[in-house]
């Protein structure tokens, strides 16, 4: 059995705020650590449920998406880091060959009060992120792209807005709270040490649970409309550079760019390289 770990930084256990995510602050080295546990956590769980085979992709946006500590992780798995990955941002290895999708340490969605660091694949370019109307979540997105491949999602480990939010989305999903979140950046936490065997066993869980047919991918509706809203106007540069050679893009205000696609792994990356066009218009050819 081949399970397929998506990791991000903000949902892990000990993180409480920014300043522990970013390569500037106090604790982001321990971060570091922290977040390759819980990945070994996630995988010691699903192997002693059978699972035999693991590839971990990395979601977090610091470093060139490069944060977990290689010298850590368990040495079976294989992991997918650094950018640009020639497909979905950070779902590149994520397909029909995987027979389960993990969540570790991943966040709740924009707008989700009061959610830990919570946000949309940017906190500082995006206000809003909605896909058919709604505010959406990375979780979801990752979920939709797995379904797509009939791959269903089976473990979300973060804080209690994240797996409230993951269970809407995801009936049946097991669900490991290494957190309870209490503002934007502050919560009542689980020890890492701890939380970790929370992970393991919950990743065990689900493992089991998928063997029995308990847990499925979960359904959705194509083609994915998404609007993304920025947190600061377009400039006439990056309006007229979209209008010209970004066809599939639409402006709908000053500040509100849609487009739509029948593959969300497309879609997702359009999302993701809609602050690239908005800041960097001429200089987004290696996205």
């Known amino acids: 059995m081949r399970v397929y770990i998506s990791v991000d930084m903000e949902g892990v256990s000990g993180v409480t705020r920014w300043q522990d995510v970013i390569t500037t602050g106090q604790d982001y080295q321990r971060a570091r650590s922290w977040m390759t546990a819980d990945v070994n956590a996630a995988v010691a769980g699903a192997r002693a449920a059978g699972a035999s085979d693991f590839v971990v992709e990395e979601n977090h946006g610091v470093e060139m998406l490069c944060n977990l500590v290689l010298d850590e992780i368990d040495e079976a798995v294989e992991v997918v880091r650094g950018q640009p990955r020639g497909g979905a941002t950070t779902a590149a290895a994520l397909d029909s060959s995987c027979d389960a999708l993990m969540l570790v340490g991943h966040h709740a969605k924009v707008g989700d009060y009061p959610g830990v660091c919570a946000h949309t694949i940017s906190y500082g370019d995006y206000q809003d992120v909605r896909l058919h109307g709604r505010s959406v979540s990375e979780g979801e997105i990752f979920a939709t792209i797995a379904a797509q491949a009939g791959v269903p999602t089976v473990l979300i480990a973060g804080d209690d807005v994240v797996g409230a939010e993951m269970q809407k989305v995801c009936p049946g999903i097991e669900v490991a709270t290494v957190k309870r979140a209490l503002s934007r950046t502050s919560a009542a936490i689980i020890p890492p040490a701890r ?3 929370l ?13 029995a047919g308990e847990i499925i991918a979960p359904d959705f509706t194509s083609p994915f409309a998404f609007e993304v809203q920025l947190r600061k106007p377009l400039s006439s540069e990056a309006r007229a550079v979209i209008g010209e050679r970004f066809r599939e893009f639409s402006i709908l205000d000053d500040r509100t760019v849609a487009f739509e696609h029948a593959e969300m792994a497309v879609a997702y990356r359009m999302a993701a390289i809609t602050q690239f066009l908005a800041r960097q218009p001429h200089d987004i050819r290696s996205y």
């Open 195 to 197: 939380a970790q065997g």
């Open 199 to 211: 992970i393991a066993a919950a990743a065990e869980r689900a493992i089991n649970r998928l063997r």
